[in-house]
Structure formats: C-alpha cells, structure tokens
C-alpha cells in the first residue's frame, strides 16, 4: 500500500493519501471549493438585494436557497475545515516534530467524510426540491418544508462525523507524539489553539448531531419532538442547535487567532507576550466558558426567564478570556521589529477587524437590546466581521504564510498586498453598511424584498457594490496564488527567518515522515525565540 | 506541488502511505445511509434504495475486512497503541449523543401537562430486566476475554471463547429489542404514538445502534483471531466500547424504562 | 406577568401599579430606555475599540522594521507581571461587564413587565399573515390599530411555524413558537404608523409577511372600536 515518492505526481498518491500534510491540501482544495460557490451564491444574494422588487429572481424560493447554501457551505463547508482541516492537519503534527497524525488512515477518512458532506451539499443543485431551510434548520418550518430538509441533516452528520473523527485524532497526536523536550508550554500557541477547538469539537458536535437526527425523526419518521400538536416543542431544536453552534463560533476563533499570534511572532521577531497567560487565561478560558452562553441566540424563543439574566452575563464574560487573547497579541508587537510582508498585512488588518467584530458582540448579548437588533441586519454584520473577516483575514493571511513551506515557492508581494488593501475596503463597506441598516432601520435578515423598508434601498445598493469590490479582491488573491504556482520562484528554505520547529528543522516543502533526522530539542528551545 | 525528496535521506525510503480504504468507506457510507434514506423516504424509490443500500453494505464489508488486514500488518508502521487513547475520546463524544437525546426527553417530560402520555400501552418489566442482565454479563465476559491475553495467560483460544460468549449475548440483547419493538408495534404504539413513543425508539433505537456497531467490532475482532492474529491495543478499545454501551444501557433503562 | 423571583421586577412591578392605580397613568417608556442603553453600550464599545486600535497603531508604527534593529527584543514577563498582566486586565473587563449587565437588568425587567392597565391584543402568526384580536372579539389582518398613550399588551402564538412579531420602532420583538403563549408590550406615545414585520425565517414568502400599527388619538380609536363593534353584531 506505499509508494515510492520521488516519481513526480501521482494521482493515487493524493487520493488514496495518509499523509497529514496532503490530507491537508486535500481539505484545503474543499474549502476553498465550497468558499467559492458559497460566495458566488453571496454575490448572487446581493445583486438581488441591490433594489427592491425583483432584480435577478422573481422567485424567493430562489433566494432562499441561495442563502442556505450561502449560510451551510460557508461556516461548515469552508471556514471549519479551512482552519481545523487544512491548518490544523498541516501544522500541528510539523509543529510538535511528529512523523504524522497518531492515526493516519483516520485522517484520510475525515476527508473523506467532509468530502461526501460536500458532494451532499452539491446535491443541492440538483435535486429539485433543494432546500431551504436556512443553516440553523428551525422546526417546525425544517419539517413543513417542501424542501429536501434530509439533505441538511446529512450534510451536517457527515461533516460532524469529520470532525470527531478529526478531533480524537489530532488530539492524541498532540497528546502522544509529541517530539522529545517538546513540552506543553513549548507548544506553539496554534497548537494550543486547535487543541482547543478540537475539544470543543468533541464536546459539541455530539449535539448537533442529535438536533439534526431528530429532525429526521420527526420529518420522514413521524416521530413527535417538535410537533406541539402531539406535545413536542420547536424549543428543544433551538436549545441542542446552539448548544452546538455557539461553541461552533470559537472552533472558528480560536484557530484563526493562533495563525495570526503564529504570523505575529514571526514578522515581529519576537516572543508571544505572556505565554501562559494567553495559553491557560485565553484559549482555555473561551473554552470554559464556551458551553454557558448557548442562551443569547434564544432570548426571545426560548430562554425560561430566569436563565436570561445568567445568559447575558456569562456571554458578556466571553469578553475576558478573548480580551487577553487581545493583549496577548498586542504584547507580541511591543519591542518587536516588524516586518510587513503581506501575511503581517493581514495579520494587521485582523487587529482591527476583530475588534469590531467582537465588540459588536457585547450589545447583542444584553438581552433589552436584542430585542431591537436580533434577526436583523445588525447580526450579519456582527458575524461578517468576526468569520467573513477576522477570520477569513487569518487563512488567507496562512495560506500565504504557509505558501512557500507547502509549494518551496514564493508569491508575488505586489498583487499580495493588492488583494489585501481591496478586501479590506470592500469588506468594510459591505459589512459596515450591513450592520447599520440592522441597528439603525431594523432591516431584518434573510428577506428576499424588503418593500416595507424603502428607506434602506439605497444603502442596500451600496453594499452590493461594496460586495464587487470583495469579489474583485478575491479574484485578485486567486490569481496571486496560481500564479506563484504556476510561476512563483523557489522560495528559501526558511523565507521568513523563523524559530519554529515546521521551518527550522524540515524542508520546503517537507517529505513523507516530515523531519529527515528525529527531532530531539534541547532544554532552552522554544518555538519564539529570536533573541540568539 | 513537487515532491522534495529529503534531506539526508536515502534515495527511495521515503515513501508516500497511501490506503484505499478511507475513502471507499466514505463512499460506503454514503451508499448505506444518505442516499438509501433519501430515496426512499424523500422520493419515493424504494427498489432503487434497497439496491444502493445492498451496494453499500458490501462496499462497507470489504472496506472493514481490507482496513483491518492492513491495521493488523500495520504497514505504516505508526499509530502502536494509540488506541488505548484515541478510544476514552471517542467515547466521550458519543456519551455526549446519549445526553443530548436525554436532554431533549427531560425538556418533554419537563412541559408535558401529564406522563405517560395518552396512548403509552401499561409497562414491562421481565423483558427489560433481562436485558440488563444480559448486557452487564456481558460486559463481563468482555472483561474475561481480555484477561485471556495478558502475558501470563497468552490463551488465544480463550479469548476467542469468551469472545464468543459476549457476541451471543450480545446478540440475544439485540433480539429481545427486536421482540419488545414488535410486540409495542402490535399494541398500536408506534413511532409516532406521542411523545414518550418518541422518546423509547430514538432512545433505545439509538443503544440498539450502538450495540450492533459492538458486535461489528467484535467480529473484526474474531475473524483474525481465529486465523492467529490478535492486535492487544484494538482489543482493549474494543473492551472499552462495549462496556460503555452497557454503562449508557444503565441510563437508558433507568430513564426510559422504570422512570 | 412579572418574575416573582427577582427584587428589581417586584421594585418595577410596584412602581406600574402604584402609577397605574392614579388616573393617567405613565408606563415606562422601554423604547426611550432602549435608545439610552444603545447609546451607552455604543459609547462603552466605542471607547475600548478606539483604545485597543489606537494601541495596536503605535506599536505597529512604532515597532517596525528598521535596518539597525533585525530581531525584536521582547523579554518573557517574570511571574508576578505574568500573573499582572492577566488579573489586572480580567478586572478591568470584569467591571465592565458587570456594569453593562445590570443596566440591561433594569431595562430587561422593564420590558418583561407590563403595565396593568394595558391594551390586550392576542395575535397569532400564521404563514404569512399576522391576525391581531382585539378584546372585543374581532380579528383584523395585519394591520393592528391602538389608541395613543395606553400601552399595548401582545399576547403571541403562531398556527404553523415560528415567526417573530417585530416592531423596529417601538424596538420590541418576540417569536411566536406553535404550541406556546409569548409576550411583549409596547407604549405608543405618539399617532402614527409604524411597520409589524417577521424576523424569524418562516418560509418562502418570509419578507412579505408585514403589516402596520396604526397608532391613532383616543377619540378617534374609540369611534373605530364603536364602529367594530356594531359590525360584529
Ligand atoms: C467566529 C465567529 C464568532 C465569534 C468569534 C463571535 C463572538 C461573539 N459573539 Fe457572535 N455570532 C456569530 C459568530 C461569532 N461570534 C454568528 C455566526 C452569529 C449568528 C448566527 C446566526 O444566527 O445565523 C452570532 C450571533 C451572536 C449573537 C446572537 C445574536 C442574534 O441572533 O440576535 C450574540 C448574542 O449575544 C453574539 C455575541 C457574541 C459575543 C459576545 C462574542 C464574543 O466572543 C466577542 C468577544 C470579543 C471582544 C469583546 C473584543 C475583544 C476584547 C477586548 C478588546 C477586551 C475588552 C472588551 C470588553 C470589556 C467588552 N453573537
Ligand atoms: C465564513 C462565513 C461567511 C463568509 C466568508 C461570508 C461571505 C460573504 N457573505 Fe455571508 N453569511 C454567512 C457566512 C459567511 N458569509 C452566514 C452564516 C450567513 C447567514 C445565513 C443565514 O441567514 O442562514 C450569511 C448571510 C449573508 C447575507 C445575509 C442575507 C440575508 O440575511 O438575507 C449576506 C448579504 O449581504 C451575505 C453576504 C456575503 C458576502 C457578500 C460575502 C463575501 O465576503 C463573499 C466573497 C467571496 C467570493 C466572492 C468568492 C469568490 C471567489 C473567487 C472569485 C475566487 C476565484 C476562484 C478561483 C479562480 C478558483 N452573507
Ligand atoms: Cu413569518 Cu417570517
Ligand atoms: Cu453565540
């Protein structure tokens, strides 16, 4: 079942791959296919929505659609697999100084689960009753629906089962095999970060898998969860739903700011500030906290009155741990001397973006003002700027990063920096004009037509065009990276003069088993350490 | 992406590992249970489910035979022992899927105006109590089969007995489930009776899963055994499986059954 | 209606009634309210953005690159800056938090409470309509008329779907879950018309589903009532 490797390309050994870091190219090819429809479906969205009436679809169910794919594909089908498949695959086993995962068939088999996920999610085109029951599925509409609301639940299930199976592996990987003198407080801060979601994985995918199989029940089986006829409850969906998808939000955050402390430390040249501090209060502080604050989706369904008050402030809590994230990040720039080659640029932009992004998270966890801006535009906003953002910001920023450690070439500064100041003024204007049609008209999300807001029509014209500018941008990073593919010069064997262990001690890009001598560090190692 | 030979390394021992056995089971998987559920409950082809779906156990018998072979060579030569591990996590996470079905009974049972329900048929006991029997001896049977292996035994036959003994209890588990859901269905309480008929078939439906995926397990124990192959740390994460199944039994029948 | 458990609602509750049993009573204005702690909150968040961005501007302008000085000179914290440098921060948060959670007790209790003398309507959502019935008896479609100065009391449920009964104006809004018996209350202080929209995903004709509040002087509702009424009969 092996292969020699110096034969060039060999189809087989991409598909039938255990290796970590081609298993990771292979879910970095998914992502950024399901980023890429999912975004022609956003462009679609919005050219509908740059007047009022029909523009492009006379049709809402077409619409409708449109966002439910638009919504699926990009948080489970893009983002996830982007951070905790590709980077999280490709780094932590290079990281710690592994061979490979501590179970490499399993790996593969995530992929290949998330990738039946995929195919499922494509069915979506072709079958003719597509669904459209938005990602978060809401009985009893999901059971009501002529849609193919069985093609969610199927998506989610396989892609949840991709990610326990993803989560146990990379865990005991970290846990098990790591290099010796690699200890915990050695570890990168990446590493520590994904461990984080991944127990986060564990612990809340289980739950979303429950939500989505009663929905099969009750659908096709006619079982009785959320029937309120036969004494069911649409409630119990809500709650097991965002017991799920509120932790969901940090599997996304939490490895997304651990590229960006990666990036940071090595354009600054300098150590992370207050290791500890970030480890122990940041990371697993969000994640403590993560499973207690399900509640702020459900303020006005179906929260019992006494749990609101605990809810808003444990959510509001949240501000703590990812506050010293925060600091952590900025410490890390202080005496440092920084370079900013365009994944730094990135990293910069992330600074700011995620502050509105997390900020514009405190008024919607206090429950008086969330009667006013929940289901309206104000959210997508807030969750644009934390995932389409922040942390689409942090991969793209990886991925040129990582460029010349997975390819050995180099791309081009030029148009880096180019896609870069493009996507970060649309970006802007898009999400910026969004959230304020929420706060400031009421604008309440997933409409198809909004005659009875005449007044945000031409705001709504606006942020289409801003959209374009996205779109121009993302054009212009594609092109970026397939022209250094194509023609990129050899990269350096370490570009970026950095510390850590995926660049110092293995090659661009690295062999089967990743390190050509084992690796043995000695007691004053340390993945940050640029003062020698 | 080029392939880069290594430092250092001599020419040829570097090799890419590759298995086919991840993504047939994959596609397997889609055969077994999306396609076939979508058929014939979304649209209606049944005949053209049974044929995916008989397509898929095939593909799904021959993915585990051949992943099993290969496991038991181990010819990548990592993952030694890390089962013992991986195991305790994946339980976990399953442990998480009976508490969120618990969670979704509680909050029903919590809002119903009266329990049982209009339509639940009067409670039985005998069978119940017998499963438990059944399934707590089993778990230590398991446990005695394991014993077999340990260094100062090393008895591959007795393991393989005890082994046995476990899937044939096992198995009368797994027909007395099969006898107590045709007796309810023949008293008219069914799938969607109410809500406690929700709650007792996705709740023990669930388990009955969970313990037929046991005895999958075991057989991909059994099979190599008999031909003299016995991987020590896949048996132990086997033991562990089953008798987590028989722990979250105690909960599915002291919720379900006697509350 | 209001939450025995907590001291602030019984504090709120005793002030509505003790208001309501004068004549003309004046309900609190939750929608005034919810401008003020919008401004607040927008205030708090504004502030620590523009400290945390102005921050993050020096040290990526003061730090950059220079060509004397290649590697940054960052040094670990000792122990007790460590230990500082996150107690000191979570405090500060902690405060913060605090105080934006008891202002928005005070406002949320307010909302959760409504006046006694208020105007009873039981609406109920339906794909994709909303039917409002008045205490009379009479059930008008989507459009829902109340008299100025006297708080509305909205009782929901929906026959279908979940829906959510939105009023942007009034900054009020709640889901009408099938099966169950939801609440809100608004005070409109001043005639005029505002938009009742859906903001719960409810299918395909979602964003049709509106309608008005027509919010007219007393007399003038009173001649509508009395106009009803006699139609009902
Ligand atoms: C990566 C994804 C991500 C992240 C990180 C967050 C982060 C946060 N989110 Fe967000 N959120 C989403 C993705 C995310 N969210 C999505 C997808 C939805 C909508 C889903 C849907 O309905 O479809 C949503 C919706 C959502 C809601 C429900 C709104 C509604 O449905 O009406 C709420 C309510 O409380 C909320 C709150 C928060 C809070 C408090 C944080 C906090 O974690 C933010 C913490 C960060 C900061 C506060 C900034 C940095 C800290 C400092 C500078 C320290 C000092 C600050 C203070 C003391 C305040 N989010
Ligand atoms: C990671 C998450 C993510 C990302 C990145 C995005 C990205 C974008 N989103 Fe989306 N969005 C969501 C997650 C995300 N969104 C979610 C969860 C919802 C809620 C769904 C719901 O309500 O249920 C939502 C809803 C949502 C709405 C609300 C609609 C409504 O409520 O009616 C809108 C409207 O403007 C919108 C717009 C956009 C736009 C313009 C982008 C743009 O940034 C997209 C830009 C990307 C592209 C344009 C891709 C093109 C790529 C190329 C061109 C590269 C070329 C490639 C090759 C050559 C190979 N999104
Ligand atoms: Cu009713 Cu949306
Ligand atoms: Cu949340």
């Known amino acids: 079942m092996s292969t020699r490797a110096k034969r060039g390309f060999r189809l087989k050994e991409w598909i039938f791959t255990t290796d970590h870091k081609r298993v990771a190219v ?13 975004g022609v479906m956003a462009m679609l969205m919005r050219t509908e929505l740059s007047s009022i009436g029909p523009t492009i679809t006379d049709n809402p169910a077409t619409y409708n659609t449109w966002l439910y794919f638009h919504g699926a594909a990009m ?42 996920g995929i195919v499922l999610a494509l069915l979506t085109f072709v079958v003719p009753d597509p669904p459209d029951i938005m990602w978060t599925g809401y009985p009893p509409y999901s059971i009501f629906s002529p849609g193919n609301t069985a093609l969610y639940s199927f998506t989610v299930l396989l892609m949840g089962f991709s990610s326990i199976a993803g989560g146990i592996n990379l865990l005991t990987t970290v846990i098990r095999m790591r290099a010796p003198g690699m200890t915990w407080n050695k570890l990168n801060i990446f590493v520590w970060c994904t461990m984080g979601a991944f127990v986060l994985q564990l612990l809340f995918v289980p739950f979303i898998g429950v939500a989505v199989i009663m929905l099969l ?26 017991f799920y998808s509120h932790p969901a939000v ?15 430390a090595t354009f600054a040249r300098n150590r992370v500030f207050n290791y500890k501090g970030t480890v122990y209060g940041g990371i697993w502080g969000v994640v403590a906290l993560s499973g207690v604050v399900w509640g702020h989706h459900l303020y006005v369904s179906a929260m019992p009155a006494w749990l609101t008050p605990i809810i808003t402030f444990t959510t509001l809590l949240i501000s703590v741990p990812v506050g010293l994230l925060v600091i952590g990040l900025l410490g890390t720039l202080y005496r440092g001397s920084i370079e900013f080659k365009t994944p730094m640029l990135y990293a910069s932009g992330f600074f700011f973006l995620f502050l509105i992004g997390g900020l514009t998270g405190i008024p919607n966890a206090l429950s008086a003002i969330y009667s006013h801006i929940h289901g309206t535009y104000w959210i997508p906003g807030h969750f644009h700027y934390v995932m389409a953002i922040s942390a689409t910001t942090a991969v793209i920023g990886g991925v040129y990063y990582v460029f010349p450690k997975l390819t050995g070439k180099q791309y081009n500064e030029t148009l880096g920096k180019l896609g870069f100041v493009l996507f970060f003024i649309g970006a802007n204007i898009t999400f910026g004009l969004t959230m304020y049609m929420g706060a400031a008209y009421g604008m309440p999300r997933r409409y198809y037509d909004y005659a009875q807001f005449p007044e945000v029509e031409r705001l709504q014209y606006i942020t289409t065009l801003g959209s374009y500018i996205i779109l121009l941008a993302a054009i212009v990073i594609a092109v970026s990276w397939l022209h250094a593919l194509i023609a990129g010069k050899k990269s350096e064997e370490n570009p970026w003069g950095s510390r850590s262990l995926e660049w110092t001690h293995s090659v661009s890009p690295p062999p089967p088993g990743n390190f050509p001598e084992e690796v043995r560090l000695a007691d004053d190692w340390d993945p940050y350490d640029y003062t020698k | 992406m080029s392939e880069h030979p290594g430092v250092g390394a001599v020419d040829g021992e570097l090799v890419w590992h590759t298995s086919v056995w991840p993504f047939l089971a994959s596609v397997g998987l889609l055969l077994v249970l999306p396609l076939p559920f979508m058929l014939h409950f979304v649209y209606g082809k049944s005949v053209l489910a049974a044929v995916v779906l008989a397509a898929g156990v095939v593909l ?36 998480l899927i009976f508490v969120g079905f618990l969670a979704g009974y509680w909050m029903l049972r919590f809002s119903a105006s009266s329990w049982p329900p209009a339509g639940t048929p009067a409670k039985e006991y005998a069978v119940p109590v017998f499963m438990t029997i059944l399934l707590v001896s089993s778990s230590v049977t398991t446990h005695l089969a394991e014993r077999e292996l340990e260094p100062e035994r090393e008895s591959r036959p007795g393991f393989i007995f005890w082994l046995c003994v476990t899937m044939i209890l096992g198995t009368v588990f797994m027909g007395l489930t099969v006898y107590e859901w045709s007796t309810l269905f023949h008293e008219g309480f069914n799938l969607g009776t109410n809500v406690y008929s929700t709650v007792f078939y996705s709740i023990t439906g669930l388990h009955a899963s969970h313990v037929f995926a046991g005895l999958g397990i075991f057989v991909c124990l059994l099979i190599p055994a008999l031909r003299g192959k016995v991987n020590i740390p896949f048996v132990k994460a086997a033991s562990m499986y089953w008798h987590f199944v028989d722990i979250v039994w105690l909960f599915v029948v002291t919720q379900v059954y006697f509350w | 209606m209001a939450n025995g458990l907590n001291r602030p609602v019984l504090w709120t509750t005793a002030i509505v009634l003790s208001a309501a049993s004068r004549a003309e009573a004046r309900s609190p204005d939750i929608t005034a309210g919810w401008h003020e702690l919008w401004r607040e909150v927008i205030w708090d968040i504004s502030i620590i953005g523009a400290l945390f961005a102005a921050i993050t501007l020096y040290l990526l302008v003061r730090y950059r690159r220079s060509r004397a000085q290649k590697n940054g000179t960052g040094n670990p914290l000792t122990p007790l800056a460590a230990i500082g440098w996150v107690l000191i921060p979570v405090f500060v948060f902690l405060a913060d938090d605090i105080f934006l959670a008891a202002k928005n007790y005070d406002l949320w209790n307010q909302y959760r409470a409504v006046p006694e003398n208020a105007y009873v309507v039981d609406v109920e959502a339906g794909m994709w309509s909303w039917d409002f019935r008045h205490p009379d008896g009479f059930i008008e479609t989507n459009e829902l008329r109340v008299a100025v100065g006297r708080p509305v009391h909205i009782r929901l449920t929906s026959r279908d779907v979940v829906h959510s009964f939105f009023i942007p104006d009034y900054k009020v809004k709640w889901d009408a879950v099938p099966g169950k018996t939801n609440y809100l209350w608004f005070n409109p202080v001043e005639p005029g018309e505002h938009v009742v929209t859906c903001t719960e995903f409810c299918g395909t004709l979602h964003s049709s589903m509106f309608g008005k509040v027509i919010v007219m002087p007393q007399a003038e509702f009173d001649t509508w009532l009395e106009a009803k009424r006699r139609e009902k009969i």
Do not use: C, Q
Request: glycine share 10%; hydrophobic share 60%.
């Open chain 1, 26 to 38: 292979l879910y970095l090819a998914g992502s950024f296919t399901a980023f890429f429809l999912a």
């Open chain 1, 250 to 264: 940090y599997v996304i955050l939490l490895p997304a700011i651990g590229l960006i402390y990666e990036i940071t």
């Open chain 2, 60 to 95: 799904i018998i021959l993915t585990a035979a051949g992943w099993v072979a290969d496991g038991l060579e181990d010819v990548h030569g990592y993952g030694a022992g890390h089962s013992v591990w991986a195991m305790p996590l994946f339980i976990m996470a399953e442990a």
């Open chain 1, 75 to 116: 948080i489970l089908g893009y983002l996830i697999p982007a951070l905790t498949g590709f980077f999280a695959n490709y780094y932590v086993p290079l990281m710690i100084g592994a061979k490979d995962v501590a179970f490499p068939r399993v790996n593969a088999l995530s992929f290949w689960l998330y990738f039946a």
């Open chain 1, 217 to 242: 029940l009750d659908k096709y089986l006619g079982m009785n969860f959320f029937n309120a006829a036969a004494g069911g409850s649409a409630v119990i969906y809500e709650n097991i739903f965002w």
